[in-house]
């Protein structure tokens, strides 16, 4: 679990708010309630109907590789509808804290707009490669994951010495304090560790966060360089979350 928080990010988000990073939050938030996976909408109706209604919620809005190059413009599209679509509660609610808890600091110091063209342009790309790479596959792919690990690598650029708190299992969940520049390349390490060992069956596509968290940091580092980099570490963002 990860808690960062720094006084330059502190005087960022009291100073402002962060319309982008929000507003995403809510809209994924709201796709989820009204559709058949969050339980909710009766509309979908119970048991063997409301699990017909999610497989065919999934397939029309999520990412099916072995679909995205058979000519039809909708596949081209499932990359950014998916972004938006999330498989469960804990699935809504993990990615959500990781936007909440980094896309503040990383929208402040990129501008709303160019913060809402970086997030959907590297999640949509995450995406689509991982689908590129897996094009035989039939299984679904959805959510917000390659967006956010973007996000994850974009802070890493901008903000290496930001403070991170975390709660490592192995050390019976003891918070240590670290700078991102620790932090972050161990989840990232994490996630290689978890993509070489998993199959193709179904799971988290690990593959796709760390596509996210490259182009996040390769397009930081191209962007602002150096230059963008908050040189004191600071504490103001704060939440938990579960990488």
């Known amino acids: 679990m990860i808690r960062t928080w720094g006084r330059t ?18 809209a994924c938030c709201l796709v989820f309630l009204i559709s058949p ?5 009766p509309a979908y109706g119970t048991g063997d109907q409301l699990i017909a209604a999610q497989q065919a919620y999934f397939e029309r809005w999520g990412v099916v590789p072995s679909e995205l190059f058979s000519g039809a413009p909708r596949p081209l599209l499932a990359p950014a509808t ?35 063209l970086f997030y959907l342009g590297c999640g949509y790309l995450a995406l689509f490669a991982y689908a590129v790479v897996h094009a035989g596959s039939h299984q ?23 403070r991170v708190t975390s709660l490592f299992p192995f050390l019976f969940f003891l ?17 290689w560790l978890a993509a ?37 570490p600071a504490p103001a963002i704060e939440g938990d979350s579960q990488p």
Do not use: C, D
């Open 140 to 162: 679904t792919l959805v959510g917000a994951s390659g967006a956010i690990s973007a996000v994850l690598g974009a802070f890493l650029q901008l903000f290496p010495k930001a």
């Open 82 to 116: 998916a972004l938006f679509v999330h498989g469960s509660w804990l699935h809504l609610l993990g990615n959500m804290l990781f936007l909440f808890v980094f896309g503040a600091m990383a929208e402040e110091r990129m501008g709303h707009v160019q913060f809402a």
């Open 37 to 41: 996976l969050s339980g909710f909408n």
């Open 196 to 232: 070489l060992q998993g199959g193709q069956g179904p799971g988290v596509a690990y593959l796709a966060h760390l596509l996210g968290f490259s182009l996040g940091f390769l397009y930081a580092w191209v962007r602002y360089g150096r230059t963008a980099r908050v040189k004191k």
């Open 9 to 26: 990010a502190g005087r960022m988000l009291k100073g402002q708010s962060a319309p982008v990073t929000y507003g995403l939050i809510g």
């Open 175 to 191: 918070p240590l304090r670290f700078p991102a520049w620790v932090v972050l390349p161990f989840w990232v390490a994490l996630q």
